[in-house]
């Protein structure tokens, strides 16, 4: 099959598509997946430029976000048959193959049934960033209804869907964003309130919008000095998640203060660990957001699809930091 394959940590040009063997089903739970797309996060630009999780298992298939058909199964296999299609978020960390490639086996219990209203590449624009909104929103801040939410850059790949999350849960929500193109994007979504970071104090903008009060959970996906800037933005004893680490001049005295509740949001945990619980657990998330996505109530937006030789050109674009939306790689013409 043709993958593309990252043989050293450097810049996207590492980036090469080759031939290599088919891997095959030898689990009696496992799904062999033609996979039509893939998504690009994020994750899979800091782990090309400064290596896998696992060095020492090279050359590595980069992907976490897959999409496709499944081709032959376990003969355990209790969910799915040849034929369905699917999606996932599974392996490219370094150690399980990643999704730049024709084909993948991944176990039944990580899959979801692909939503059947959208296309593959829309499909696999979007587990990664649904299963990080769900956690972050749902888990870890603890959102009730009612409740008023600062997402942070809501028309990147994650606060686009954190938007209709917190909206589907019952919230009003304010977003940050950098342009008028953006703010409408967002204003589609569903964001009550838009603020336009580069003009306008974002923290003195939520403490108005909220009559001085603060917002009940904000959700932090820049990093940076934006994650303790927002601080005083949060009302006393509410949330603040984040989905980067905390940098090391983090000032906490505002948040120590204010008797705020940190939370880390990192969905990458079950693989990383081996959680099997939890991995099935992210599975059933991204069944049910496959249900709303179906009744209209939940969009993931897709801004560039390239081929899968040009990964390096995807690479590119996200490291640019401008994208709205998501970016997909198009492995086959389904």
């Not at 249900?291 to 699809?305: A, F, G, M, P, R």
Request: glycine fraction near 10%; charged fraction near 20%.
């Amino acid at each position: 099959m043709k993958a593309v394959l990252m043989t050293t940590a450097g810049s996207p040009e590492v980036l090469q598509i080759q031939e290599v063997p088919n891997p095959a089903v030898s689990g009696n739970t496992e799904l062999l997946v033609r996979l039509v797309a893939a998504g690009i996060n994020p994750i899979d630009t800091k782990l090309r430029s400064r290596g896998s999780f696992y060095p020492d298992r090279t050359p590595t298939i980069l992907g976490c976000d897959g999409a496709g058909i499944v081709e032959a199964v376990g003969a355990s296999v209790q969910r799915f048959r040849p034929g369905d299609e699917v999606y996932f978020c599974y392996g490219g960390l370094g150690a399980h193959q990643g999704n730049y490639a024709e084909y993948t086996v991944v176990d039944e219990l990580f899959v979801a049934r692909k939503p059947a209203s959208i296309s593959f590449a829309e499909a696999a624009a979007a587990p990664l960033v649904l299963i990080t909104a769900w956690e972050a929103l749902y888990e870890r801040g603890r959102l009730e209804p009612g409740e008023r939410v600062l997402i942070h850059a809501g028309a990147g790949g994650v606060g686009h869907v954190a938007i209709q999350l917190a909206k589907l849960k019952g919230a009003t929500v304010s977003t940050t964003v950098g342009s008028e193109e953006k703010a409408d994007f967002v204003k589609q979504l569903g964001a009550d309130h838009v603020i336009f970071y580069k003009q306008t104090d974002f923290v003195q903008a939520a403490l108005d919008w909220t009559n001085g009060e603060g917002v009940d959970l904000a959700f932090d996906t820049v990093g940076g000095e934006t994650f303790h800037k927002t601080f005083p933005a949060v009302r006393v004893y509410g949330d603040i998640v984040t989905i980067l680490e905390p940098d090391a001049n983090t000032v906490w005295k505002t948040a120590r203060q204010r008797n705020l509740r940190i939370g880390l949001e990192l969905m990458l945990t079950p693989a990383l660990l081996g959680l099997e619980q939890s991995l099935q657990h992210q599975a059933e998330i991204l069944e049910q957001c496959a249900t709303w996505i179906d009744e209209n109530k939940l969009k993931i937006h897709v801004s560039h699809k390239f081929p899968l030789k040009e990964a390096a050109k995807a690479h590119q674009l996200i490291e640019s930091g401008s994208v709205t939306g998501k970016i997909v790689l198009l492995i086959s013409d389904d």
